[in-house]
């Protein structure tokens, strides 16, 4: 009975293992539109991301939660790289769960100049097909980088070094910067 509980630990673990150093494919690939999508702001406001395709390009990164420690960190590493970001005409879009109230104050609270949206019914989590992590116990984290015709650029799935979402969309920007 041990040897059959230490074998089924083993296998647990592997899993977890196995999940972070291999993302879930996504429906959504390099190449592809971007989804079309309407949600509220942190002000309340409707954002519709159909206003922005064909003007400017897009960082759209979904996070687990406002006011963790990750999510937090990678707020404010695009809240700190923000003026690189709108120098390159780029807007910075960030999606959580969380209600328009949460995000107002998270905002507040760490000075955040970008936009945050409310999907407190996951339609468009899963419309990018945004994974949970971990066996499912925590919401994925992924960013999206989309050029100003709407195609997606990059995607970056990644639960842990949030930093990293940031230096992968710089740098993917930067290439299509070139391009023009």
């Not at 954002?47 to 759209?60: P, Q, R, T």
């Not at 707020?75 to 709108?86: K, N, Q």
């Not at 419309?127 to 100003?148: A, E, I, Q």
Request: hydrophobic share 40%; glycine share 6%; proline share 3%.
């Amino acid at each position: 009975m041990k040897k059959i509980i230490g074998i089924l630990l083993a296998i647990f673990l592997l899993i977890i293992v196995i999940q972070n150093l291999y993302p879930q494919k996504m429906n959504l690939s390099v190449g592809d539109s971007v989804p079309l999508f309407t949600l509220l702001d942190q002000n309340g406001k409707e954002f519709k991301v159909k206003k922005l395709v064909g003007k400017k390009a897009m960082v759209i990164y979904f996070y687990p939660k406002d006011d963790t420690p990750g999510c937090i960190k990678e707020a404010c590493s695009f809240r700190d790289e923000f003026e690189v970001f709108t120098d390159m005409n780029v807007e910075v879009i960030g999606i959580s769960s969380d209600d328009v109230a949460s995000h107002k104050k998270f905002a507040k609270k760490y000075n955040l100049p970008f936009t945050l949206l409310s999907d407190t019914n996951k339609k468009v989590r899963k419309m990018f097909d945004v994974k949970n992590s971990l066996l499912g116990v925590l919401p994925g984290r992924v960013t999206y980088v989309v050029d100003n015709k709407g195609v997606i650029r990059l995607i970056f799935d990644k639960q842990f070094g949030a930093e990293k979402h940031i230096t992968e969309s710089l740098a993917i920007l930067k290439e299509i910067n070139n391009e023009y």
